[in-house]
């Protein structure tokens, strides 16, 4: 089993459509980042969350890390082709050892 | 800038080979690591080092051997290639030592493929 848990593992979605994906855990992050992955390249950082309940906005990407910091979540708003991608959610349980959840692809069609 | 740079980008091995992978960053960033990304799996943590002459193995270390002789490169040796390790191999590094708000930095991937 994953330590980070990722839901939906797929989603296909219009132009226009909001969305939300979560990432869960039965283990306590002291923060959690999350990765926008393109085909062929590697993970960029998006954004991470240091605070429990902490909401943060980068355009139309909104993540929040739960109250307990066991997990986030990251919705979108009016979603574009340009969003789609391999989000990942990582997170560090012990010291120097990042671990990624298995992520959520994303397809927006024009 | 060339950031992380990973060699070969391709590679077909046949079982029993071995080779190298190799990782090089020009951010002087102490902390470096090796990842899988196999399918409905994520990324899996292969080894990491926090500096040079120091590393130590992570999720999934068995197969692999890793050095670091300099800052600057973290190859990832393969020493007798089996089909399991048929993978999407990716190198990472962050200036931080102490991850979780550190940015890590991947390079473009390698596609290795045992027969």
């Known amino acids: 089993t994953q330590l980070l848990e990722q839901s939906p593992q797929f989603l296909s979605i219009q132009e226009g459509e909001n969305l939300t994906v979560y990432c869960n855990s039965s283990?306590?992050?002291?923060?959690l980042q999350w990765y926008r992955q393109e085909p062929g390249e590697g993970p960029v950082l998006l954004v991470t969350?240091?605070?429990?309940?902490e909401v943060k906005k980068l355009k139309r990407l909104t993540f929040q890390f739960g109250d307990a910091r066991k997990d986030s979540s990251l919705h979108i708003t009016a979603a574009q082709p340009g969003d789609t991608g391999l989000y990942l959610c990582?997170?560090?349980?012990?010291?120097?050892?990042?671990?990624f959840g298995a992520g959520t692809r994303l397809t927006v069609k024009p | 800038n060339a950031g992380v740079t990973q060699t070969p980008k391709f590679q077909v091995l046949k079982t029993g080979q071995s080779m190298t992978l190799q990782c090089a960053q020009d951010?002087?960033?102490?902390?470096m690591s090796w990842y899988r990304q196999d399918p409905g799996m994520g990324l899996r943590l292969i080894h990491y080092?926090?500096?040079?002459?120091?590393?130590d193995q992570g999720e999934v270390p068995n197969g692999y051997n890793v050095s670091r002789s300099t800052t600057e490169d973290f190859p990832l040796r393969l020493l007798s290639a089996a089909p399991s390790q048929t993978s999407v191999y990716f190198c990472?590094?962050?200036?931080?030592?102490?991850?979780?708000?550190?940015?890590?930095?991947f390079g473009e991937g390698s596609r290795l493929t045992v027969l």
């Open positions: 990472a590094s962050s200036l931080n030592r102490g991850l979780g708000t550190g940015e890590l930095f």
């Open positions: 283990s306590v992050f002291s923060s």
């Open positions: 969350v240091v605070t429990g309940g």
């Open positions: 990582a997170g560090v349980p012990n010291n120097n050892d990042m671990r």
């Open positions: 951010m002087n960033h102490e902390y």
């Open positions: 080092s926090v500096g040079a002459g120091i590393t």
